[in-house]
């Protein structure tokens, strides 16, 4: 469908490729919401989101907010979007905003719903051991993800897909297939599929205090957890009082029963731990504080020792 004037609504890297692909196509961007600057980094530094950074290089107009009020309203209002992309935008939107756009507002969403509704799809869907992931564009309503589907499309979750990896897949994904929804807008939204919600599932957003391993788990619970975790909060553990990110790993071909956190083997090729059943192969880490290393490198400047152990905090090693 061309000469479409869209809202277009996101804020983090996830959404840039389907702001790109609107930019690119007959649709108008009329202008773009997203969230304010933030700190980040170990400076704090005010830093922009990724849309804003792109919009302002592309001369889009930018509206940042962190909550929507009558008058942002309002001033959508006045633009007569005859539709609403929304990309990860980070904000619920009130039922006014929804029913603003002529067709309403669009939603990618990466997850095939109704699995995985919610903040943390991508993450959640590794973390759980799930051997496919997607892309579902959705019609929104005033539920969390809850709104009929217009399209979906799978992707495969390979075995060393991290969140960071498989978002980046799902991204380019995602804006091939709303260019294709918005393409046959109106015959979508009549042939639109509601959502069963007796299969519906929660992607509960990520936190640190969940990022710490459990050596208890199995190995193979770990390694998701490893992998779901990246790039953010990463997954951790302590060592002799100090904090040790794991940015890889893989489940070990050692055999044999191990302790929950000792350590097996420690070789170039990896540090073994001990796990719930089986056990895990350190390939890359990272110091509190300092870079983080691959295995070889790592060792040569931080000895771990055959038989200590890894643990849950400060105290333990």
């Not at 799902?170 to 639109?192: D, F, I, M, R, Y």
């Not at 060592?239 to 097996?264: D, E, F, L």
Request: proline share 6%; with cysteine; hydrophobic share 40%.
């Amino acid at each position: 469908m061309n000469n479409l004037r869209a809202i277009f609504a996101g804020t983090p890297e996830f959404a840039l490729p389907s702001l790109q692909s609107l930019v690119e196509s007959d649709v108008e961007v009329v202008a773009v919401l997203t969230q304010p600057d933030r700190p980040k980094g170990r400076g704090r530094k005010l830093t922009a989101p990724p849309v804003k950074l792109f919009c302002e290089d592309q001369g889009i107009r930018v509206l940042q907010t962190h909550r929507i009020t009558d008058e942002l309203i309002d001033e959508l209002v006045s633009l007569a979007p005859d539709v609403m992309v929304v990309v990860a935008f980070g904000l619920m939107l009130p039922v006014e905003l929804l029913q603003l756009p002529k067709y309403g507002c669009i939603n990618v969403h990466a997850s095939l719903l109704p699995k995985w509704r919610g903040a943390a799809p991508i993450a959640r869907a590794i973390e759980a051991g799930d051997n496919k992931s997607g892309v579902t564009i959705m019609h929104m309503d005033v539920g969390l993800d809850t709104g009929p589907m217009l399209s979906q499309v799978e992707c495969a979750i390979q075995m060393d897909d991290t969140t960071e990896t498989l978002q980046q897949k799902l991204a380019v994904l995602g804006a091939h297939e709303l260019l294709n929804t918005l393409n046959s807008l109106p015959l979508k939204l009549k042939e639109s599929t509601p959502q069963t919600d007796s299969l519906a599932s929660y992607a509960a957003k990520l936190t640190v205090a969940e990022s710490i391993i459990d050596w208890k788990l199995s190995a193979d619970e770990i390694v998701r957890k490893v992998r779901a975790f990246n790039p953010w909060p990463i997954a951790r553990t302590y060592y002799q009082g100090m904090g040790i990110r794991i940015w890889s790993a893989q489940v070990s071909t050692h055999t044999g029963i191990a302790t929950p956190g000792k350590v097996i083997e420690c070789t170039s090729r990896g540090v073994i731990v001990g796990a719930g059943h089986n056990a895990v192969n350190i390939l890359c880490l990272q110091r509190d504080g300092k870079k983080r290393m691959r295995v070889q490198e790592f060792l040569s400047g931080f000895p771990i020792s055959l038989g200590s152990t890894f643990g849950y905090g400060p105290k333990v090693g």
